[in-house]
């Protein structure tokens, strides 16, 4: 460890800020449906899922190893490039969450990485049959199988309770929701928690404090946890509403389907060693959900702008990491430029969001300026009855006598 400079420093201390963006973040990923089911309450839910997220941290380097020794070479790379890239992870985090859009905390360090290396060591030191196989299709499969056995199991999950009692059913499926929420918490930690354990590891490669194709040692693995953990606990109320309400309005049973779904898959991933988005999945499970039960609608508009993140989160966060590397390039006056520049955004952002707090007080209510009814939500309103004992016109109306005749002494009703 005589090799932990201060530039190594700055840079662990980064990721580990990385670590913390990540977590509340990525908290709507395990408790959004749990919360807007009311299965939970908020300040309880988010601490049980920054316990299951630290948990998780300790189960496998899987993953971790996947972004130290395959993504990029890392026999090329200082840790001033580390550095580069997740200030491009960072800020991508934050602006994301300042607009409530669930997008991906892994994509975006992904993102930060490939650009900060190929500003540093060309397009060679990036490994392109890793970044396919184990980023690129994961995040195209991993909403699609998410999403289509959430629909299958949300249909299931009705057929299955038509002849059960309403409130028994809806309690058996919160308590369900309770424990599948558990189990993507515990799958996050395995998965999300990984990549700032391999980001680490790959810096210390990086600076010599450890050898080449070591596994995260045990102080990264626990700090790394810790912050995930104490992001998770904090909350990212904003992408929390997004995810819970913006999407789609979910009852007890897709909550369940959603959750289960997501959570099979995540672990199948971290198994793998898949750099899976937590987010895509969870995203993916939940639309899925609420096409699967009748009558069920997907907000398609959150859904587009969702897409929308989804498709620049790669390319913008390695554009700022690659301009991060060019001026940390200059030298040590270089990288306390961009070091300043990230605090001093990272501060914007905050003030800003400080316009419109968003908290577990009024996490489950509409946003103010919220879409409007959709097509079909319009037409069924128009053609639903009006309730019982709403007082309607007066529909009366007098007919004329003949000319002659005197005028009829009461109204005929039309």
């Known amino acids: 460890m005589e090799n932990f400079s201060l530039i190594l420093a700055i840079v662990v201390v980064t990721a580990l800020a990385f670590d913390f963006t990540n977590g509340f973040h990525d908290t709507a990923n395990a408790m959004a449906t749990t919360i807007s089911t009311g299965a939970l309450k908020p300040k309880v839910a988010v601490a049980m899922s920054a316990v299951l997220n630290l948990v998780g941290a300790f189960l496998s380097v899987e993953v971790a190893n996947t972004i130290s020794k395959g993504l990029v070479d890392e026999t090329g790379i200082r840790p001033e490039v580390i550095f580069a890239a997740l200030v491009g992870a960072i800020l991508w985090n934050l602006l994301t969450w300042l607009v409530g859009l669930p997008s991906s905390s892994s994509h975006a360090l992904m993102g930060g990485l490939i650009g900060a290396t190929v500003a540093s060591a060309g397009v060679g030191a990036v490994h392109g049959d890793a970044l396919v196989t184990k980023v690129l299709i994961p995040a195209i499969a991993a909403p699609l199988v998410a999403g289509l056995a959430a629909m299958f199991a949300t249909r299931l999950s009705y057929s299955l309770g038509k002849k059960a009692d309403g409130k028994a059913a809806a309690k058996g499926y919160r308590t369900g929701q309770i424990a599948s929420a558990g189990l993507v918490s515990l799958a996050h930690g395995t998965n999300d928690a990984q990549k700032t354990m391999g980001i680490i590891t790959l810096a210390l490669v990086a600076g010599g404090a450890v050898a080449p194709d070591s596994d995260p040692p045990m102080w990264v693995i626990l700090s790394a946890g810790l912050a995930i ?172 006598a003949p000319a002659g005749e005197p005028a009829p002494s009461t109204a005929t009703t039309v």
């Open 229 to 400: 953990a104490l992001g998770t606990y904090l909350g990212g109320w904003r992408i929390i509403r997004t995810m819970g309400k913006g999407l789609t309005d979910l009852q007890p049973q897709q909550g369940f389907a959603a959750q289960t779904s997501a959570a099979t898959v995540i672990l199948a991933s971290s198994h793998l060693g898949f750099s899976l988005s937590t987010t895509h999945s969870v995203s993916g499970a939940v639309m899925g959900a609420g096409l699967g039960r009748k009558g069920g609608v997907v907000r398609w508009s959150t859904a587009t702008r969702m897409f929308v993140a989804w498709g620049l989160t790669l390319p913008a966060a390695a554009l700022v990491g690659a301009l991060a590397e060019y001026v940390t390039g200059f030298g040590t006056w270089g990288t306390a430029v961009v070091a300043v520049f990230l605090i001093g955004s990272s501060a914007a952002i905050w003030k800003i969001s400080r316009r419109e707090v968003v908290d577990h007080t009024n996490v489950n209510e509409p946003h103010e300026a919220g879409e409007p009814a959709g097509v079909v939500t319009t037409a069924m309103a128009a053609v639903t009855p009006p309730p019982v004992g709403t007082v309607t016109e007066d529909l009366t109306a007098t007919i004329p």
